[in-house]
């Protein structure tokens, strides 16, 4: 095909995406990924699914505090989401928020280096890399 030529096939959108982590014990050095943040500014499309294995945290630390992990979970979440009530991060651009959510922390929730890919639908590939990077 040349250049002059119409492409004919489906238009597909480039995204980012970070895998959210949480390391129970961070002086161990050991994580399990319980969540995606992807974003795709061209369809204007932020989300952070969260699938998190309680049991694979309590193997890690038995002792974690499995209640505050869930909350700020819910809060990554959140902000994703632009839930008003999340706080005033919440209520920042896409752009901003996605920035914010995989900005480097020295917590136990954190998230991977960023990613980037081609889609056609966003949600699905959000729910895609859920299934395929955390489950």
């Avoid at 061209?42 to 209640?67: N, S």
Wanted: with cysteine; hydrophobic share 40%.
């Amino acid at each position: 095909m040349y250049l002059w030529q119409k492409w004919s096939g489906p238009v597909r959108h480039s995204y980012d995406y970070a895998l959210i982590r949480v390391a129970p014990r961070l002086e161990r050095g050991e994580c399990i990924n319980v969540g995606v943040v992807l974003y795709c500014r061209t369809k204007r499309f932020l989300a952070a699914p969260i699938h998190c294995a309680v049991e694979r945290l309590q193997m890690l630390d038995p002792q974690c505090d499995l209640p505050s992990i869930v909350a700020q979970l819910d809060l990554f979440r959140r902000v994703a989401a632009g839930d008003t009530t999340a706080g005033p991060i919440a209520r920042l651009p896409q752009a901003e928020r996605y920035h914010w959510l995989v900005a480097p922390r020295s917590t136990i929730i954190f998230t991977s280096p960023a990613h980037c890919g081609l889609c056609q639908d966003p949600a699905h590939e959000v729910e895609r890399l859920l299934h395929k990077l955390v489950y």
